[in-house]
């Protein structure tokens, strides 16, 4: 398949992930036993997004040189659009996470060790999955309408109220199996994964929850990966465009968890994006909508969408 990526770019791409993962791991990993606060994880926040930013001005300079300025424009926004669309898609998950460690009574300091963890094994999932992807698309192009009506289908599902995540009192099918086929403490063992007892090694519930976060954002993948085929088919930009929207996943979490409550209605304004992407990739043959339209599309649809919460906030304080 045709891509814009070439060894300088794969290379520049590698070594910013890893020279940025490398600090970020450094810096936060004194403050695991203290917690990341939300100033630090805003802070944080802006500091990734800078650096997204950073690396699509990058990404347009050298193509620009190179390829000239129609490719660099063209796959400049296609950049920004996927990171745009991946990092909203990402805030349904980071809602998960929170979900997840009230469950398993995870408290903030050892949240950040899951979440090391979490986004570093999301990353390899991701990159496997995204190349299995751009594979499956350069060899059978009529999987993007597969891809077109599962987003519809997922979109007009998740709109749908449902009371099965509330229902926190009962166990997931995945976590009862995990239960019954892994030794497990009763309770938790500081940040330990695992301790051994009487010659055994048993998982504690921060294992569980690790398991829980990395199963919870493949399953997350699923719809955003082909969500992000809508924008381009260029493993480079959907690879680069994917990973620094998940790099920045730890601190928006920090960052969103002590107001979850305030987004109650964000869950349709993604719901929204996703029938709009996926109806996008059905209509492939007839009408190519374009990468600018694209952006604008999604960014709208979260402008509105938290406008109206914040609106229906307001309105509830008001009654208090």
Do not use: C
């Not at 719809?223 to 928006?252: E, K, Q």
């Not at 979490?253 to 979850?260: C, D, E, I, R």
């Amino acid at each position: 398949m045709h891509s814009v990526g070439n060894p300088l770019l794969w290379g520049s791409f590698i070594v910013v992930v890893v020279i940025m993962l490398l600090v970020d791991l450094r810096l936060q990993g004194r403050r695991d036993r203290a917690g990341m606060t939300v100033r630090q994880a805003a802070l944080w926040s802006v500091v990734w997004v800078a650096l997204s930013l950073l690396f699509s001005a990058a990404l347009w300079w050298y193509l620009r040189e190179h390829a000239g300025p129609a490719v660099a424009s063209s796959q400049t926004l296609a950049f920004l659009t996927g990171y745009v669309l991946e990092k909203a898609l990402a805030v349904d998950n980071v809602f998960v996470w929170l979900m997840l460690f009230n469950y398993f009574a995870i408290p903030a300091a050892l949240q950040q060790r899951v979440l090391v963890y979490g986004v570093l094994g999301a990353i390899v999932l991701r990159t496997a999955m995204i190349f299995a992807g751009s594979w499956l698309v350069s060899e059978f192009s009529w999987i993007l309408y597969l891809f077109g009506a599962f987003l519809v289908i997922t979109g007009v599902r998740m709109a749908i109220p449902s009371d099965e995540a509330a229902d926190s009192s009962t166990e997931k099918p995945v976590v009862r199996w995990l239960r019954r086929h892994i030794r497990m403490t009763g309770s938790l063992e500081g940040e330990r994964f695992f301790v051994k007892r009487q010659g055994l090694r048993y998982a504690t519930p921060l294992f569980l929850a690790l398991i829980m976060v990395e199963f919870s954002d493949v399953i997350f993948a699923v719809d955003s990966i082909p969500a992000i085929f809508a924008v381009t088919t260029d493993p480079f930009i959907v690879l680069t465009s994917n990973l620094f929207a998940i790099l920045g996943l730890r601190a928006m979490y920090f960052m969103l968890a002590g107001v979850a409550e305030r987004f109650s209605l964000l869950k349709y304004g993604l719901a929204v994006i996703l029938v709009f992407i996926g109806i996008k990739m059905l209509l492939l043959e007839v009408y190519h909508i374009p990468t600018a339209v694209s952006l604008t599309v999604v960014a709208a649809i979260l402008l509105i969408t938290l406008g109206i919460n914040h609106l229906k906030n307001r309105q509830m304080t008001h009654k208090l």
